[in-house]
T-cell receptor, first 116, second 114 residues
Framework: AQKVTQAQTEISVVEKEDVTLDCVYE???????LFWYKQPPSGELVFLIR??????QNEISGRYSWNFQKSTSSFNFTITASQVVDSAVYFC?????????????FGPGTRLSVLP | ETGVTQTPRHLVMGMTNKKSLKCEQHLGHNAMYWYKQSAKKPLELMFVYSLEERVENNSVPSRFSPECPNSSHLFLHLHTLQPEDSALYLCASSQDRRGSEKLFFGSGTQLSVL
């Protein structure tokens, strides 16, 4: 069965600090997809990144970077030089490709507060 | 114009009321979803529609009744709800139902059942 764990319920940092959000997943499939979403106070979940299980290259997009390690079943997200606008709830999600169906499993989320 | 629009943003209803939540997507997607987000619980998938056909119902109580009249619109009809149904209800869409497809979300309807 699929499972996504985000052990950090809440994190508080001061602006300009770096912060890493952890995500650990479980799946029996060899083909799967990992996602990160951001949920600001306005409510909608905003897509940040998608990774497939065959691509373990780390990715950097501006201040955001992602570290995918299949050996530890982790897909961690780092924000460099955090800003107040980064304050939100961040969700990691897993989708399997076995069944033709959107079988998204979301983690419980990590609430990030960036203080000025 | 946002890709996925939900109305109303906030709704307060009594347990005997009947109300409907509306979702509209302007992305040309073929799949639409209802999710429930409660405090301290992970996002829960409620219903999946693909090409206007309901393809998944995750053991949702019958007091929630979805309707998908066309590929751009999705409704969630509510009747005789319970206080524990208070939550943020999120609509999402995707190009299709492949596992690789990302979901696009609306801003949600914050529902309070008194």
């Amino acid at each position: 069965a699929q499972k996504v764990t985000q052990a950090q319920t809440e994190i508080s940092v001061v602006e300009k600090e770096d912060v890493t959000l952890d995500c650990v997943y479980e799946t029996r499939d060899t083909t799967y997809y990992l996602f990160w979403y951001k949920q600001p106070p306005s409510g909608e979940l905003v897509f940040l990144i998608r990774r497939n299980s065959f691509d373990e290259q780390n990715e950097i997009s501006g201040r955001y970077s992602w570290n995918f390690q299949k050996s530890t079943s982790s897909f961690n997200f780092t924000i460099t030089a955090s800003q107040v606008v980064d304050s939100a709830v961040y969700f990691c999600a897993l989708s399997e490709a076995v069944n033709y169906g959107q079988n998204f499993v979301f983690g419980p989320g990590t609430r990030l507060s960036v203080l000025p | 114009e946002t890709g996925v629009t939900q109305t109303p943003r906030h709704l307060v209803m009594g347990m005997t009321n009947k109300k409907s939540l509306k979702c509209e997507q302007h992305l040309g997607h073929n799949a639409m979803y209802w999710y429930k987000q409660s405090a301290k619980k992970p996002l829960e998938l409620m219903f999946v529609y693909s090409l206007e056909e309901r393809v998944e119902n995750n053991s949702v109580p019958s007091r929630f009744s979805p309707e998908c009249p066309n590929s751009s619109h999705l409704f969630l009809h509510l009747h005789t709800l319970q206080p524990e149904d208070s939550a943020l209800y999120l609509c999402a869409s995707s190009q299709d139902r492949r596992g690789s497809e990302k979901l696009f979300f609306g801003s949600g309807t914050q529902l309070s059942v008194l």
